[in-house]
C-alpha cells in the first residue's frame, strides 16, 4: 500500500480504531464542500443543544468560528466551480486554471484569503456575467455574508478573546443561527444551479 503524505495520519499511530462504538472517520478527496458542510452541520448540532441556561454562553463563539468558516469555504468552492466550467468552455483567460485559482482563494495582496467580501463580490461578478440570472444573489445570502464579515473582517475575531468588548452581550440566539442558517442555504442552493446550468452547456469541443 502507497504511502499516505497527509500529516492527519499522524493521528492514527495512537488513535486508530474500527470500534463502531467510538469510531469516527475522515474520508479522501474531500473538497471544500464537505468540510463547508462539515461545519455547517457541526454549528447546528451546537444549536440544537441549546436549552436556555446559562452554559449555553459556551457554544457562541465556537458556532460563529463554524458558520463563518462554513461559509468562506462554500464560497471558495463555488468560485472554483465556475472556474472550472469556464475551463471547460474553453475560455482563454489564464485567470481561470487551477494553478490560478489556488492561488486566488488564497492569502496575499487582493486574492480571497479569510476576505467574505472579496470572495462573495468575485463570485457575484462572474455570475452575473455568466448571465445565469436577471436577479441579484438572495439577499439573505448578501446580508448573512455583510454580517459576518463585518464583525471577522480577519477571520480570527471568533477565535480569540476580544479585548475590547467591555460589557455583556446578550443575544437572540434562535434568530442569530436562523439568519445565519438560512443564508447558507441560499448559498448551497446558488452552487446548485449554477452548477446544474453550467453543467448542461456543452464545451467547446462538445459545441464545435
Not at 2 to 9: G, N
Not at 20 to 43: D, E, I, K
Not at 130 to 154: G, Y
Request: one cysteine or more.
Amino acid at each position: 500500500m502507497a504511502q499516505d503524505a497527509s500529516t492527519l495520519w499522524k493521528l492514527n499511530k495512537n488513535y486508530g480504531s474500527t470500534d463502531s462504538a467510538t469510531l469516527v472517520q475522515l474520508q479522501p478527496f474531500q473538497g471544500m464542500g464537505h468540510y463547508s458542510s462539515h461545519c455547517r452541520r457541526s454549528a447546528d448540532r451546537l444549536v440544537a443543544s441549546h436549552c436556555g441556561q446559562p452554559q449555553d454562553d459556551e457554544i457562541l463563539m465556537p458556532f460563529l468560528t463554524l458558520y463563518r468558516q462554513a461559509y468562506e469555504l462554500s464560497l471558495k468552492d463555488l468560485a472554483l466551480c465556475i472556474a472550472a466550467h469556464q475551463v471547460r468552455f474553453g475560455v482563454e483567460s489564464p485567470n481561470y486554471s487551477k494553478k490560478n485559482m489556488d492561488v486566488k482563494i488564497g492569502a496575499g495582496n487582493g486574492n480571497f484569503g479569510h476576505n467574505l467580501h472579496r470572495s462573495f463580490a468575485w463570485v457575484s461578478r462572474e455570475i452575473g456575467e455568466l448571465d445565469l440570472t436577471d436577479e441579484k444573489l438572495p439577499q439573505e445570502l448578501s446580508l448573512a455574508v455583510d454580517l459576518l464579515h463585518n464583525i471577522d473582517p480577519s477571520g480570527t475575531t471568533f477565535r480569540y478573546p476580544d479585548r475590547d468588548l467591555k460589557r455583556t452581550l446578550n443575544l437572540d440566539f434562535s434568530k442569530l443561527s436562523a439568519d445565519l442558517a438560512g443564508g447558507i442555504d441560499w448559498l448551497w442552493a446558488v452552487y446548485t444551479q449554477v452548477d446544474e446550468m453550467l453543467s448542461a452547456a456543452p464545451s467547446a469541443s462538445e459545441y464545435w
